[in-house]
């Protein structure tokens, strides 16, 4: 699987758990120099809190558009150290 956001590949993984339609690759195969901290925050009844990264490329940010919990309710256990994409951001095969 692959995320690409603005002609740029983002991440590359054959490990990805998919939870509720979204793919979460490992957090330590996605570049790095491409994810900003957020201070947004939203919140799963079954998952927990989610954090958020901003996405930059090329000078370009599209804000909020990657997500992971950094501790997972129990159910959730298995996407933790990962994260998953929306906003634009094309997760492919």
């Known amino acids: ?3 690409i956001w ?4 983002i991440v590359e993984s054959e490990d990805t758990v998919v939870v509720e339609g979204n793919h979460y690759f ?9 994810l900003e ?3 947004h925050t ?4 079954w998952k927990g809190t989610a954090n958020y990264y901003d996405i930059v490329v090329d000078g370009k940010t599209n ?3 990657a997500w992971y919990y950094a501790e997972p ?6 996407i ?6 929306w906003r634009g951001v094309e997760v492919i095969a």
């Open 63 to 65: 804000k909020n558009a």
């Open 80 to 85: 933790k150290g990962r994260v998953a994409f």
């Open 42 to 45: 939203s919140v799963c009844p």
């Open 1 to 3: 699987m692959k995320a």
């Open 73 to 78: 309710k129990d159910a959730a256990r298995e």
């Open 6 to 9: 603005n002609g740029r590949l």
């Open 26 to 34: 490992p957090l330590d195969a996605v570049e790095s120099n491409m």
């Open 37 to 39: 901290p957020s201070s």
